[in-house]
């Protein structure tokens, strides 16, 4: 599948960005789906994940209470509302989707995502 993210990336300090993704002919509701991001001369970390079925959800300790990852099952999406932001959240941000996961399961390991979109570049000033 091919992921599209959707959603402007720059913004001041203490401002929000909201993030949505969604699958090209497929049902994104299939998938479990989660948020990376990487920084310049970093690795791509966890963001964020969202289980199939909604229920269970995962943050990274550094957005917990700033960020908040949802679905809509009905519209095919997932989104990242983002909160708050500090300028070390600038980074690009990619979504992402793992197919080989039951309902209720969910994983933040980014090796187990078969599928990522394009990356956005998210940049916050101070």
């Known amino acids: 599948i091919q992921l599209q993210a959707s959603g402007r990336g720059l913004v001041q300090a203490r401002g929000f960005l909201r993030f949505s993704c969604a699958p090209s002919?497929?049902?994104?509701?299939?998938?479990?789906a989660g948020w990376f991001r990487q920084a310049p001369g970093k690795e791509r970390d966890f963001v964020a994940g969202?289980?199939?079925?909604?229920?269970?959800?995962f943050y990274a300790e550094s957005v917990k209470g700033r960020f908040t990852v949802s679905r809509d099952i009905p519209k095919n999406q997932v989104y990242l509302q983002m909160d708050l932001l500090k300028p070390e959240d600038s980074a690009v941000y990619f979504c992402a989707a793992d197919a080989d996961k039951r309902y209720d399961e969910l994983s933040n390991r980014e090796y187990e995502y078969e599928y990522w979109g394009q990356g956005t570049q998210v940049t916050v000033s101070s």
């Open positions: 969202i289980s199939r079925s909604g229920r269970k959800i």
């Open positions: 002919h497929r049902d994104f509701n299939t998938y479990a």
